[in-house]
């Protein structure tokens, strides 16, 4: 097994898995590990306007958004292990020492917290990660955070020990750093303390990989060989790209995998003839798309309306997913980022500016995308936003809340259940089980008798980390959905397998009313009790999923409930599925 680690903090300037891929065209298996140095076990309790988006895996792992990066240029499967955290090794240790594992030992950081990490890593590692099923031949070892942190050194002392336990021939350290341009000048001294800092505590990078605007300039690339320890064609860049999708042939032209295969001794590992063939195909696929990038010329115009707009990262794998359709067919993305709370009636009072602004991009855009999200703020704006795709046969997309959200406003507005409190109840509960927002207590009210969205009765009321309903489970297609547009998009299948991660779901109760006034559930759970897809008939493009289908997209094989709301925003949907 071969290990590359990736260390610095700027590592997502340059594209997260693409030496991965790199490897991969070359007909090897890989696969990855990330390092998040935090005290939470996993993602899942964290904000995402903080933390970003929050992964989630087939095995139900809520991990951070990375993992959506490798799952995505490595077209693999990971699993939740594959994301290490402080909390998770500790509570390892912790529960081995309450056993009485270490025979009466001081229990230490160095060396039971750090033998923790190695073994986790080399465990984790071996696990295939493909459909071959075999061992992965590298494995790509990201450590977040910035070395010299606190938090990191228990990592970094790991992995400083680890070239020794598995040794050199089977380790090699990239370092990504920033080169800034000041005043037009290449700086290179916070390249050159980021590697004094990692050389001091028993690491040397093997490649020193720049993010700059520009190329390196000759002096600068000198500046760093000479003061980071490495030869100058060990010093790459990635500078401004008109694309991230164009960074693994910028990297691929500097050598990076001859260099790394110099280091591991790639040439000993045996690719039979098949391998390279994958790999030479996946390659010849990856510099088509890039020249498809090159020459789209037409765009298409998303009003994505959700409650974190203002960190983007919150949304990472929907803007993938938008992007791999909009790259499948051929159109430029541009997406409005609309906040919902700018289109309530009550924002219009704060600022007529923001409201008539969010509802320009709203009703100026070719297709209106609800992602998931979770309390009470927002949820009007996204129910009149909904209104008015549903209404002006714009297309729309729902994902998990927003699926929610389109049976609310169907309820509100086309049954005529005026009964206000459907609302009510829905976000009050969503808002008091998050504790993402201050005053929630103050808004639980009486449970109704009957809401329209309830609490799944499974999901934990009272510990928020890994209680929902989450990870890979079937959604079945409905006798007589053979006309759902969803359905075709997926090839006509009675089955498809998606990712969840929800608390809440549509009352069965309503759903024959709700199916009676012409809003469909096409898709189910196995038994048929769960709301999976909905959908309008008589509509270009109204879809609503209770999963999360951006999880599964792939940048060559994008996912296809979102692919049939970009081609129906395009006006180009009759040229994948019969109409
Ligand atoms: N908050 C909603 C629920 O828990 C939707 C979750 C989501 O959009 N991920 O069901």
Same mark, same amino acid.
């Given at each position: 097994?071969?290990?590359?680690?990736?260390? $610095?903090?700027?590592?997502?300037?340059?594209?997260?898995?693409?030496?991965?891929?790199?490897?991969?065209?070359?007909?090897?298996?890989?696969?990855?590990?990330?390092?998040?140095?935090?005290?939470?076990?996993?993602?899942?309790?964290?904000?995402? /306007?903080?933390?970003?988006?929050?992964?989630?895996?087939?095995?139900?792992?809520?991990?951070?958004? @990375? =993992?959506?990066?490798?799952?995505?240029?490595?077209?693999?499967?990971?699993? *939740?292990?594959?994301?290490?955290?402080?909390?998770?090794?500790?509570?390892?240790?912790?529960?081995?020492?309450?056993?009485?594992?270490?025979? $009466?030992?001081?229990?230490?950081?160095?060396?039971?917290?750090?033998?923790?990490?190695?073994?986790?890593?080399?465990?984790?590692?071996?696990?295939?990660?493909?459909?071959?099923?075999?061992?992965?031949?590298?494995?790509?070892?990201?450590?977040?955070?910035?070395?010299?942190?606190?938090?990191?050194?228990?990592?970094?002392?790991?992995?400083?020990?680890?070239?020794? *336990?598995?040794?050199? %021939?089977?380790?090699?350290?990239?370092?990504?750093?920033?080169?800034?341009?000041?005043?037009?000048?290449?700086?290179?001294?916070?390249?050159?303390?980021?590697?004094?800092? /990692?050389?001091?505590?028993?690491?040397?990078?093997?490649? +020193?990989?720049?993010?700059?605007?520009?190329?390196?300039?000759?002096?600068?690339?000198?500046?760093?060989?000479?003061?980071?320890?490495?030869?100058? @064609?060990?010093?790459?860049?990635?500078?401004?790209?008109?694309?991230?999708?164009?960074?693994?042939?910028?990297?691929?032209?500097?050598?990076?995998?001859?260099?790394?295969?110099?280091?591991?001794? /790639?040439?000993?590992?045996?690719?039979?003839?098949?391998?390279?063939?994958?790999?030479?195909?996946?390659?010849? @696929?990856?510099?088509?798309?890039?020249?498809?990038? %090159?020459?789209?010329?037409?765009?298409?115009?998303?009003?994505?309306?959700?409650?974190?707009?203002?960190?983007?990262?919150?949304?990472?794998?929907?803007?993938?997913?938008?992007?791999?359709?909009?790259?499948?067919?051929?159109?430029?993305?541009?997406?409005?980022?609309?906040?919902?709370?700018?289109?309530?009636?009550?924002?219009?009072?704060?600022?007529?500016?923001?409201?008539?602004?969010?509802?320009?991009?709203?009703?100026?855009?070719?297709?209106?995308?609800?992602?998931?999200?979770?309390?009470?703020?927002?949820?009007?704006?996204?129910?009149?936003?909904?209104?008015?795709?549903?209404?002006?046969?714009?297309?729309?997309?729902?994902?998990?809340?927003?699926?929610?959200?389109?049976?609310?406003?169907?309820?509100?507005?086309?049954?005529?259940?005026?009964?206000?409190?459907?609302?009510?109840?829905?976000?009050?509960?969503?808002?008091?089980?998050?504790?993402?927002?201050?005053?929630?207590?103050?808004?639980?009210?009486?449970?109704?008798?009957?809401?329209?969205?309830?609490?799944?009765?499974?999901?934990?009321?009272?510990?928020?980390?890994?209680?929902?309903? =989450?990870?890979?489970?079937?959604?079945?297609?409905?006798?007589?959905?053979?006309?759902?547009?969803? *359905?075709?998009?997926?090839?006509?299948?009675?089955?498809?397998?998606?990712?969840?991660?929800?608390?809440?779901? +549509?009352?069965?109760?309503?759903?024959?009313?709700?199916?009676?006034?012409?809003?469909?559930?096409?898709?189910?759970?196995?038994?048929?009790?769960?709301?999976?897809?909905?959908? /309008?008939?008589?509509?270009?493009?109204?879809?609503?999923?209770?999963?999360?289908?951006?999880? =599964?997209?792939?940048?060559?094989?994008?996912?296809?409930?979102?692919?049939?709301?970009?081609?129906?925003?395009? $006006?180009?949907?009759?040229?994948?599925?019969?109409?």
């Amino acid at each position: 097994m071969k290990f590359v680690i990736v260390s $610095g903090g700027v590592i997502s300037g340059i594209g997260k898995g693409v030496i991965g891929l790199l490897f991969k065209t070359r007909g090897l298996r890989v696969s990855a590990i990330k390092i998040d140095p935090y005290m939470n076990i996993d993602a899942g309790t964290m904000s995402p /306007l903080e933390h970003g988006e929050v992964f989630v895996l087939d095995d139900g792992g809520e991990v951070d958004l @990375d =993992l959506g990066n490798y799952e995505r240029y490595l077209n693999v499967t990971l699993t *939740r292990e594959n994301n290490i955290t402080t909390g998770k090794i500790y509570s390892a240790v912790i529960e081995r020492e309450r056993k009485g594992d270490y025979l $009466g030992k001081t229990v230490q950081v160095v060396p039971h917290i750090t033998n923790a990490i190695q073994d986790w890593i080399e465990r984790v590692a071996r696990i295939p990660v493909d459909s071959s099923g075999e061992e992965p031949d590298v494995c790509i070892v990201e450590l977040g955070g910035t070395v010299g942190d606190i938090e990191s050194a228990p990592f970094v002392e790991a992995l400083r020990q680890f070239q020794f *336990r598995v040794g050199p %021939d089977n380790f090699a350290l990239i370092h990504v750093s920033l080169v800034p341009v000041v005043n037009g000048e290449q700086k290179t001294k916070p390249t050159q303390v980021a590697v004094r800092d /990692l050389r001091g505590l028993g690491l040397m990078p093997d490649i +020193v990989a720049c993010r700059c605007t520009h190329k390196l300039e000759k002096p600068t690339t000198d500046k760093i060989s000479m003061f980071c320890h490495v030869g100058p @064609d060990q010093v790459l860049v990635v500078h401004d790209l008109s694309s991230i999708y164009h960074v693994p042939l910028l990297l691929d032209q500097q050598k990076i995998v001859e260099q790394l295969s110099k280091k591991l001794k /790639l040439d000993t590992l045996s690719v039979g003839p098949p391998a390279l063939a994958t790999g030479a195909a996946l390659w010849n @696929d990856w510099r088509n798309l890039t020249n498809t990038h %090159d020459r789209m010329f037409e765009s298409v115009n998303i009003a994505l309306v959700g409650k974190y707009t203002h960190l983007k990262d919150s949304y990472m794998s929907v803007i993938k997913s938008l992007e791999h359709s909009a790259l499948r067919c051929q159109r430029k993305l541009n997406i409005s980022w609309v906040e919902a709370t700018d289109l309530e009636p009550d924002a219009a009072e704060n600022s007529r500016v923001n409201f008539h602004k969010a509802w320009h991009e709203v009703c100026s855009a070719d297709g209106i995308l609800v992602p998931g999200g979770f309390g009470v703020r927002g949820t009007e704006g996204m129910i009149a936003a909904c209104k008015w795709a549903r209404e002006n046969k714009v297309p729309y997309l729902g994902i998990c809340l927003g699926l929610q959200i389109a049976v609310i406003e169907y309820a509100r507005n086309v049954l005529g259940i005026k009964d206000q409190a459907i609302v009510d109840i829905l976000v009050s509960l969503l808002e008091a089980n998050t504790h993402l927002d201050a005053h929630s207590e103050e808004l639980v009210p009486e449970p109704p008798a009957n809401p329209l969205i309830v609490f799944m009765p499974e999901v934990s009321k009272t510990h928020l980390g890994g209680t929902m309903r =989450l990870g890979l489970r079937p959604t079945i297609f409905q006798d007589d959905s053979e006309w759902s547009k969803l *359905r075709k998009l997926y090839g006509g299948v009675e089955a498809v397998h998606e990712r969840h991660r929800h608390r809440y779901e +549509v009352n069965p109760e309503f759903v024959p009313e709700l199916e009676k006034a012409g809003l469909t559930f096409v898709g189910k759970d196995d038994k048929g009790e769960r709301m999976e897809i909905l959908e /309008l008939k008589s509509h270009p493009y109204f879809v609503g999923t209770q999963y999360h289908p951006e999880y =599964l997209s792939r940048v060559l094989n994008p996912s296809k409930p979102y692919l049939g709301f970009i081609a129906a925003s395009s $006006g180009t949907l009759g040229d994948i599925i019969d109409l």
